[in-house]
């Protein structure tokens, strides 16, 4: 499984979040606390918004402490939106094609979890993605696969529901493969705008979500940078810092919405 991190708010250097946290993500790729691997080594990426609608992407096969590019880059690109990723394969190979967060227009996606016994089903699955979009799959993650169903599945007008579709369509598949695996869906999109966030497992074991309830705290841990926006939002697959009353958990079975500075959440459900 994965690391990720979202955030929102006030445009600021990608390195105050990325890097310089006690618990950053670039330190959750050699030693994540709430994951099933505390190794997270197969590739990273990043993916940042600035002027122009489409987002920016970086994404390399290297582990996110080893790449010397990457650490400069977080140090000069400010983004008021940006998505960022590590990753531990779940058995398709260490690519770049296939790191996250995955793009298609002014769209993000990035994922972890996996689909049950993913070879069985990929065949069926990816006929399943409208074939307008079928030619933009680059990779061959099933990460990559959930973002094009959503995609299909009509992202682009209503998230929410997209994704519950493209879940609810991913179960049935399950199902009637007579797979009793769970399917795990730690999963964060964003169309430049919003963030939605969504946490899910068909045996509600869920990997862990959070999302940020008083951003001073990483200044107040360590005052060698500066104090983050008060109206910004960090969602995380694990707190940055090791004080609980600075994260709230994303409930099982939710989906978690940051739109200007403010974040809701509300059930989710698959959807048929």
Known sequence: MCRWLAYSGPSLRLSDVLTRPNHSLIDQSRHATQNVE????DGFGVGWYGDDPTPGVYRDTHPAWNDTNFLHLAEHIHSGL????VRASTGTPVQNTNCHPFNYQNWLFQHNGSIPEFHSLKRQLLFDVAPDLFLSI???TDSELLFYL???FGLKDDAPQALARTIGHVEQARQAAGIVGAIYFSAC????ERIWA???SSNRQSRTLYHSSHLRALHDLDGTYAILPEDAVIVVSEPLDDLPDHWEEVPESSILTVESGSSTVTEFSPES
């Open 198 to 200: 969504v946490r899910y």
């Open 38 to 41: 505390s190794l997270n080594g």
């Open 189 to 192: 999109v964003s169309d430049g």
């Open 82 to 85: 940006f998505l960022s990723h």
């Open 150 to 152: 959503a995609l299909t």
């Open 138 to 140: 680059e990779g061959s």
